[in-house]
Nanobody, 119 residues
């Protein structure tokens, strides 16, 4: 089992920046990937970016060019730096962890952190 705690959400003016943090605890030695998703009211949860245990990163189109993912899966930490934020970036942002133990993949979600972009 893996437990996740997110932080860093809040209210930011358009054009501003935020840095989200996620810390994992529990069976972190099996972490294969850590990433971020977001969900706006009435929309499906969408991938933003993820980082693998090999250090590779992948960005979806949702915030591509305006965000940077970083972290250390061995330590169970992942960060999302978001810049040039727009009102349409308002959403609940979720940390996601994928583990692989004994060949069995499992996925865990944080409780979510609210990000609101408004003047």
């Amino acid at each position: 089992q893996v437990q996740l705690v997110e932080s860093g959400g809040g209210l930011v003016q358009p054009g501003g920046s935020l840095r989200l943090s996620c810390a994992a605890s529990g069976s972190i030695s099996n972490i294969a990937s850590m990433g971020w998703y977001r969900q706006s009211p009435g929309k499906q949860r969408e991938l933003i970016a993820f980082i693998t245990s090999a250090g590779s990163t992948m960005y979806a189109d949702s915030l591509k060019g305006r965000c940077t993912i970083s972290g250390d899966t061995a330590k169970g930490t992942v960060y999302l730096q978001m810049d040039s934020l727009k009102p349409e970036d308002t959403a609940v942002y979720y940390c996601n962890v994928g583990t692989l133990g004994f060949g069995v993949p499992r996925y865990y979600w944080g409780q979510g952190t609210q990000v609101t972009i408004s003047s």
